[in-house]
C-alpha cells in the first residue's frame, strides 16, 4: 500500500508570492490534515477536510487554505508569502474517526527569500 | 486550552542504557495520548498510543502508560540502540464531543542521540 505522498519535496519562493502543496493520502483514507513545523513554533495544526468539508482549522490566518478533492487528495495554499511561512508542512492522513493512527508524508520544505 | 509540555533535549545516551521522556498534558476533555517519532528527513511515524486511563501502550520496545491521576505519559525503553537516535514527539488528540477529531497538539519534542 502506498503510503502519503507529499508533493513537491522543496520550494523556494519569494515574498508575496502564493504557492500550492499537494497531498495524496493513502488508498481508503477519508481524512487529510496539514501540520505546519518550525524550529520556533514546532508542529502547529493548520486543518483538517474530511470527505471535501473542512471539519477543523488552527489558528492561522486567512491566507493559509486548502481543499479537497472527492479522490481524497488535498491542496493547501499560502498567499502573500511572509518569510515566517518557511516551515515544513507535513500532511497526514487516515480514516476520519477521532483519535485514531495518522500517517503521516514526509512533508514539504518551503523556504520563502 | 490543551497542551503538551515534554522535557527538553537533546537526551544523549549510551548504547543499552535505559531512556526516560517525560511527557505531561493539559486537557479539558478525554483525550487520547500518543508518542510519535521522527527520523532525519522524514514525516512522523506513530510509535505507541493509549485511548484511556491506565492503557499502556507498547512498540519496539518502547513502553508509556496513560495516567490521568498525574495528567502524564511518559515514555521508556529498557534498553536503547543507535537505531533509536530521532526526535519523539508527545501528542493529544481531542474527543470527538470536544470537535477534537484529528486535530493533534503536540509538544515541543525531544530529540534523542545514541552513541555506541
Known amino acids: 500500500k502506498a503510503g502519503v505522498t507529499q508533493t513537491p519535496r522543496y520550494l523556494i519562493k519569494t515574498r508575496g508570492q502564493q504557492v500550492t502543496l499537494s497531498c495524496s493520502p493513502i488508498?481508503?483514507?477519508?481524512?487529510v490534515s496539514w501540520y505546519q513545523q518550525t524550529p520556533g513554533q514546532g508542529l502547529q495544526f493548520l486543518f483538517e477536510y474530511f470527505s471535501e468539508t473542512q471539519r477543523n482549522k488552527g489558528n492561522f490566518p486567512g491566507r493559509f487554505s486548502g481543499r479537497q478533492f472527492s479522490n481524497s487528495r488535498s491542496e493547501m495554499n499560502v498567499s502573500t508569502l511572509e518569510l515566517g511561512d518557511s516551515a515544513l508542512y507535513l500532511c497526514?492522513?487516515?480514516?476520519?474517526?477521532?483519535?485514531?493512527?495518522?500517517?503521516f508524508g514526509s512533508g514539504t520544505q518551503l523556504s520563502v527569500l | 486550552g490543551d497542551s503538551v509540555t515534554q522535557m527538553e533535549g537533546p537526551v544523549t545516551l549510551s548504547e543499552e542504557a535505559f531512556l526516560t521522556i517525560n511527557c505531561t498534558y493539559t486537557?479539558?476533555?478525554?483525550?487520547?495520548l500518543f508518542w510519535y517519532v521522527q527520523y532525519p528527513g522524514e514525516g512522523l511515524q506513530l510509535l505507541l498510543k493509549a485511548t484511556k486511563a491506565d492503557d499502556k501502550g507498547s512498540n519496539k520496545g518502547f513502553e508509556a502508560t496513560y495516567r490521568k491521576e498525574t495528567t502524564s505519559f511518559h515514555l521508556e525503553k529498557g534498553s536503547v540502540q543507535v537505531s533509536d537516535s530521532a526526535v519523539y514527539f508527545c501528542?493529544?488528540?481531542?474527543?470527538?464531543?470536544?470537535?477534537?477529531?484529528?486535530?493533534?497538539?503536540f509538544g515541543a519534542g525531544t530529540r534523542l542521540a545514541v552513541h555506541p
Open positions: 501528542a493529544l488528540s481531542d474527543r470527538p464531543f470536544s470537535g477534537g477529531y484529528n486535530k493533534l497538539i
Open positions: 486537557a479539558t476533555g478525554y483525550p487520547s
Open positions: 488508498s481508503g483514507h477519508r481524512s
Open positions: 497526514a492522513s487516515s480514516l476520519g474517526e477521532s483519535g485514531e493512527k495518522l500517517f
